[in-house]
């Protein structure tokens, strides 16, 4: 173990930055040249199905045979021009990572003909084996088949791996009695109710409005380790970060490293990812140090949100890829290290029309501001009605040792607006009766007009809360960074699309039944929902323990662990939200509760075993040794006359040593048993229980143990880095 850890440090000591050459001088000459874009279409169809494809895109009609067959020539066509052999469906299962199945353009004819060949019904529907997916219980293991089939709202792309370049079409992914078993379904059957929901909202403002779109911009953060030293840590390489690990000296509490010079190597790196990912039609902009050593952080244009959420998997991926040529490799898990900053996934989300106004953003106007309040409060409303849901869309076994340390967001769901929208909202609140007046003077009585008109600035940043208002677009910051944006996104999009027909059915009611003026029943209702939701709006440092007992008088949840937060799925509410909606079936719902459960389980498993394996067999072995070297040491001394006072140090540190090794054997024996108990447990969610608070349990015990021996055995055969400042080295 000593040999490969100074074999990988020797390694890192002379790398050097890779040479990487752009395709051209400027991004906009390469940008989406591996994409089947619209112009990639309108170069390819003729004039009639390139129109009908358009169709379907933008409105969701019905693909049709000869289309199908007509999109499958083109795409045919275009991914052999740029020397694809190959095609798949490119899905999302409930893995978290994407699939694929490649199969080749070759075929044979009846009379034995060698031909390329792709016809529609391969473009829109394929039967992968999904026997192995996760379904939780919705299907049987040696039940094989399973759908996938074409969105074609999401481009096909070009993948290029070790040379071979393959046409990836994105599908989403069901089983064969119908239910979905992927992210991308339940993500686009939220953004079409979404979409469904605002456009009659956005009509009390503007008849000339006909789609509304929800927009999104996922920022990313990760680390990046060198691939030597990743590999010294068999615990990095099974679980995704360090069960073991000395703090060093120096981390992060310079915050030298935050927005500071890109190191050159990992400069090369970004230069590089940026250009594939540009190439696949991959909006990138912002590149950018982190906080903690080795942290960085890139971040996209804003889209459509199933575009960007198929970005930013496949951005991942392209990450992964690209990372082994620069010798690299890439960290999402939320929390790698313990001591440092965790990773998250910052989704900026937003709703637009497609006249081009976004619903989020402050105007100039009266009648512009009440719009802009009346998506804001409603949003606002959904969360405050739905934060233990939104809570358990971010639930998962690493990211709840991100949520609520000193550099993430709390567990708690609170809302932040900023001071003037909060005085907005206050004076919104004040007022006791609505205005009569006609025109902008009921507007002023409100001092709705008073919303600011710099977009960007009208509200300060708070990076402790989880869902902050920052302009003219709301981010939830709660994601964790290896999560897939669609569970998150297919939540806030369902609730707020269930809050927008709540309110556009109580109002139409004040208009129709009482009589009352459109905007005087719109603000009427904003009004009561501002008071009701007054609860979720918190200003202040989310990572404060005065906030903790601030949101317990609020009546506000802190759900700290997954297995807590996932029984939010088994309420009557929740079921009823998803299943009138046609979001999911409570089948469906049901399945994935039981999915994230055994996934939460078995990330807990695999950490203790590796924990396990690692203190036993190469930790305490170690320290054995170097205890006989000290006994030896002692055995020495004495026999060279020397008094007790020369010995004694040393006879205390074997003393320690031998406590901390006991300490360790006996903590892993017990959480084997304990892990042994655990799993005969049949139900999902007692199970995950016991796995967090007894399994879970002896996992700081144990590293309390090493960390102190690692500080005390001075061998080279200890068989961690000892010091995480050489896992910080680029």
């Given at each position: 173990m000593a040999t490969l850890r100074f074999k990988a440090l020797d390694l890192v000591s002379r790398r050097e930055p890779c040479k990487v050459t752009l395709p051209a001088q400027v991004a906009s000459e390469y940008f989406g040249e591996n994409v089947f874009s619209m112009q990639a279409m309108r170069a390819t169809l003729s004039s009639e199905y390139f129109k009908k494809l358009k169709r379907t895109i933008d409105a969701g009609e019905k693909v049709d045979r000869n289309l199908a067959d007509a999109v499958a020539a083109a795409m045919r066509t275009w991914a052999m021009s740029k020397g694809a052999t190959h095609y798949t469906h490119w899905f999302q299962p409930l893995t978290g990572a994407t699939a694929e199945k490649h199969d080749s353009f070759f075929d044979l004819t009846s009379e034995g003909e060698a031909i390329e060949s792709f016809r529609g019904s391969a473009l829109v529907q394929q039967e992968p084996d999904a026997s192995s997916f996760p379904s939780g219980g919705i299907r049987n293991t040696f039940e094989a088949r399973g759908y996938s089939a074409w969105d074609p709202s999401s481009p096909a792309f070009l993948i290029e791996n070790a040379g071979a370049k393959t046409l990836c079409i994105p599908t989403i992914f069901v089983s064969y009695t119908g239910e979905a078993l992927d992210y991308k379904t339940p993500l686009l059957k939220s953004l079409n109710l979404l979409g469904d929901a605002a456009l009659p909202v956005c009509q009390y403002f503007d008849k000339d409005v006909s789609k509304v779109n929800t927009t999104l911009g996922i920022e990313q953060e990760y680390f990046l380790v060198d691939r030597a030293l990743w590999e010294a840590r068999p615990d990095m390489v099974l679980t995704g970060r360090t069960l073991f690990g000395h703090a060093p000296a120096k981390g992060q509490q310079l915050e030298d490293h935050y927005f500071g010079s890109i190191p050159s190597r990992v400069h090369a790196f970004m230069v590089d990812f940026e250009k594939s990912a540009l190439r696949l039609g991959i909006p990138v902009r912002t590149r950018h140090n982190e906080v903690a050593p080795n942290q960085f952080e890139c971040a996209p244009t804003y889209e459509d949100a199933n575009l960007a959420v198929d970005h930013n998997q496949l951005l991942m991926d392209i990450m992964e890829r690209v990372a082994e040529r620069h010798h690299f490799k890439v960290l999402l898990h939320e929390k790698p290290y313990k001591g440092v900053n965790g990773s998250g996934k910052h989704n900026n989300w937003a709703l637009s029309t497609n006249t081009g106004i976004n619903l989020l953003s402050p105007g100039k106007k009266p009648k512009e501001n009440l719009q802009f309040l009346t998506f804001f409060i409603n949003t606002m409303m959904a969360v405050y009605k739905h934060a233990d849901l939104l809570r358990a869309s971010i639930a998962s076994a690493s990211n709840d040792h991100r949520l609520g340390a000193n550099e993430a967001p709390p567990a708690i769901m609170s809302v932040f607006v900023g001071q003037q929208l909060t005085a907005v909202l206050?004076?919104?609140?004040?007022?006791?009766?609505?205005?009569?007046?006609?025109?902008?003077?009921?507007?002023?009585?409100?001092?709705?007009?008073?919303?600011?008109?710099?977009?960007?600035?009208?509200?300060?940043?708070?990076?402790?809360?989880?869902?902050?208002?920052?302009?003219?677009?709301?981010?939830?910051?709660?994601?964790?960074?290896?999560?897939?944006?669609?569970?998150?996104?297919?939540?806030?999009?369902?609730?707020?699309?269930?809050?927008?027909?709540?309110?556009?059915?109580?109002?139409?009611?004040?208009?129709?039944?009482?009589?009352?003026?459109?905007?005087?029943?719109?603000?009427?209702?904003?009004?009561?929902?501002?008071?009701?939701?007054?609860?979720?709006?918190?200003?202040?440092?989310?990572?404060?323990?005065?906030?903790?007992?601030?949101?317990?008088?609020?009546?506000?949840?802190?759900?700290?662990?997954?297995?807590?937060?996932?029984?939010?799925?088994?309420?009557?509410?929740?079921?009823?939200?998803?299943?009138?909606?046609?979001?999911?079936?409570?089948?469906?719902?049901?399945?994935?509760?039981?999915?994230?459960?055994?996934?939460?389980?078995?990330?807990?498993?695999?950490?203790?075993?590796?924990?396990?394996?690692?203190?036993?067999?190469?930790?305490?072995?170690?320290?054995?040794?170097?205890?006989?070297?000290?006994?030896?040491?002692?055995?020495?001394?004495?026999?060279?006359?020397?008094?007790?006072?020369?010995?004694?140090?040393?006879?205390?540190?074997?003393?320690?040593?031998?406590?901390?090794?006991?300490?360790?054997?006996?903590?892993?024996?017990?959480?084997?048993?304990?892990?042994?108990?655990?799993?005969?447990?049949?139900?999902?969610?007692?199970?995950?229980?016991?796995?967090?608070?007894?399994?879970?349990?002896?996992?700081?015990t144990i590293r309390y143990s090493v960390d102190k021996l690692e500080l005390m055995v001075d061998d080279e055969d200890w068989p961690l880095v000892k010091y995480r400042e050489l896992m910080f080295r680029h």
């Open positions: 206050d004076e919104l609140e004040r007022t006791s009766k609505v205005p009569m007046e006609k025109g902008d003077n009921m507007y002023l009585k409100l001092g709705i007009d008073r919303i600011p008109e710099v977009l960007r600035d009208n509200t300060d940043r708070n990076r402790t809360s989880p869902f902050a208002f920052t302009g003219n677009k709301f981010e939830f910051r709660a994601v964790g960074s290896s999560a897939n944006s669609s569970s998150s996104m297919t939540v806030l999009n369902t609730i707020v699309a269930d809050q927008l027909i709540e309110f556009r059915k109580v109002v139409d009611e004040l208009i129709d039944v009482k009589g009352m003026k459109k905007e005087l029943a719109i603000i009427q209702v904003l009004r009561e929902y501002v008071v009701a939701s007054k609860a979720i709006r918190f200003e202040g440092n989310g990572y404060s323990k005065e906030w903790e007992e601030e949101a317990e008088r609020r009546g506000l949840s802190n759900v700290k662990s997954t297995p807590l937060a996932l029984d939010v799925y088994h309420r009557t509410e929740v079921k009823d939200l998803f299943s009138k909606h046609g979001i999911f079936t409570e089948v469906e719902l049901g399945a994935r509760h039981e999915i994230l459960l055994e996934d939460y389980i078995k990330k807990i498993q695999i950490e203790s075993r590796i924990m396990g394996d690692l203190a036993v067999n190469h930790v305490i072995p170690t320290a054995v040794a170097y205890q006989n070297k000290l006994i030896q040491n002692i055995r020495g001394l004495k026999e060279l006359g020397l008094e007790d006072e020369y010995t004694q140090t040393t006879l205390e540190a074997i003393k320690k040593m031998s406590r901390h090794i006991t300490t360790i054997q006996r903590s892993v024996d017990e959480m084997i048993e304990a892990r042994k108990v655990a799993n005969k447990v049949e139900d999902a969610r007692e199970r995950a229980i016991m796995y967090r608070e007894q399994v879970f349990s002896y996992f700081d």
